[in-house]
């Protein structure tokens, strides 16, 4: 896999010309091209994108995938987003996002990746480990856990975001499929992003790893993905389809629409018993389930119930168990406390 790397713009605003330190893919025909809709991909963008990448994500959606990372999760990110590197290895990558997988089941798949599996990605990606992927190198196992423990905490954040940009997702699909039938999509692909250009069959990405691939009959994939303007992520050596993953475009305009789902903000509130205790309390207004109260709250179900420990102890919420769940809500006095600092 490969993230693309920002091109800075020309003083007049235009995009920069790419020429060097390019990854290039000779496409050849335009006749095997088509638009998948891959919701891993979009979590991996926004994830990265809070953990350090910076390519534009809304701030407000940095914050919240944040929250919802648990601390071993977050370090299992880490090594993607490290400064002037593009490569990683393929595992970490969706499966063939023109099947478009479920993450649920991706990531049940990424915990039964075989050690040696993600081995064999690191022999095929590098011909020497670099140094900030030498710690999965040593734990595979855990690591392979971890990450795909956060890719599900951060899918919980990102989840509502996607089913909102339904119809948006659905517009871009019809563009493509337009573009095809007219011939467009030489367009589409010179398109896709500010640090890409295609010309002459020839498509290229402003790459600090470059490489050079032939698309020699693989159908080629196109991901609109929720992420900043500069994300680019792209896998253009499986020998199933090369797929390139791009902003979706209007997203920026999505993300500052105010009817878009989110945790309700803790405010003055959160002053008082800090932000993800806040979330918890504001999101426990109705009984939920402890799974449910974790993804209303927009933090990471592992760190739910200490905060829910913390809140039945100062007499904010109660807990009834109900089967084999238990169910979170405010008792009288949290309901009293969320009101007194309602107008903050």
């Not at 119809?167 to 398109?191: F, K, W």
């Not at 600090?208 to 609109?224: K, Y």
């Not at 003055?268 to 402890?290: C, D, F, I, N, Q």
């Not at 109900?322 to 009288?332: D, F, H, L, P």
Request: glycine share 8%.
């Amino acid at each position: 896999m490969r993230q693309a790397e920002r091109a800075k713009p020309r003083q007049d605003g235009t995009p920069p010309p790419v020429r060097r330190q390019c990854t290039e893919l000779r496409v050849g025909s335009l006749s095997n091209v088509r638009v998948a809709l891959d919701p891993y991909i979009s979590v991996l963008a926004l994830t990265t994108d809070a953990l350090g990448r910076q390519r534009g994500a809304a701030g407000e959606w940095r914050s919240l995938i944040l929250s919802a990372l648990s601390p071993g999760g977050a370090r299992a990110v880490l090594p993607i987003v490290t400064p002037r590197y593009s490569v990683s290895p393929d595992c970490v990558t969706p499966q063939n996002p023109a099947l478009e997988i479920p993450v649920r089941d991706q990531v049940a798949w990424l915990h039964s990746v075989p050690e040696d599996d993600l081995l064999g990605d690191f022999g095929a990606a590098f011909d020497e480990t670099p140094a900030h992927w030498q710690g999965a190198l040593r734990q595979p196992r855990a690591w392979l856990h971890a990450y795909a423990t956060a890719i599900d905490e951060a899918w919980r954040s990102v989840e509502p975001l996607w089913k909102w940009a339904q119809p948006l997702l659905e517009d871009e699909v019809m563009r493509i499929g337009a573009a095809a039938v007219r011939g467009g999509l030489d367009l589409v692909l010179d398109g896709l992003h500010p640090a890409s250009q295609f010309d002459h069959d020839v498509l290229r990405i402003r790459d600090p790893e470059p490489a050079s691939f032939d698309l020699q009959g693989r159908q080629l994939v196109l991901v609109p993905m929720l992420s900043g303007k500069q994300a680019l992520i792209c896998n253009l050596e499986r020998p199933d389809a090369a797929w390139i993953a791009y902003p979706l475009p209007g997203v920026t305009e999505l993300l500052r629409q105010p009817g878009l789902p989110r945790p309700a903000e803790p405010g003055l509130l959160g002053s008082v018993l800090g932000p993800m205790r806040a979330r918890v309390l504001l999101a426990a207004e109705r009984p939920l389930t402890m799974s449910d109260l974790a993804r209303r709250a927009g933090i990471a179900p592992s760190a739910v119930t200490y905060h829910c420990d913390r809140l039945a102890a100062a007499g904010l919420v109660r807990r009834q168990k109900q089967g084999r769940e238990a169910w979170v809500s405010q008792t009288r006095r949290g309901a009293e406390l969320v009101s007194l600092f309602a107008a903050g």
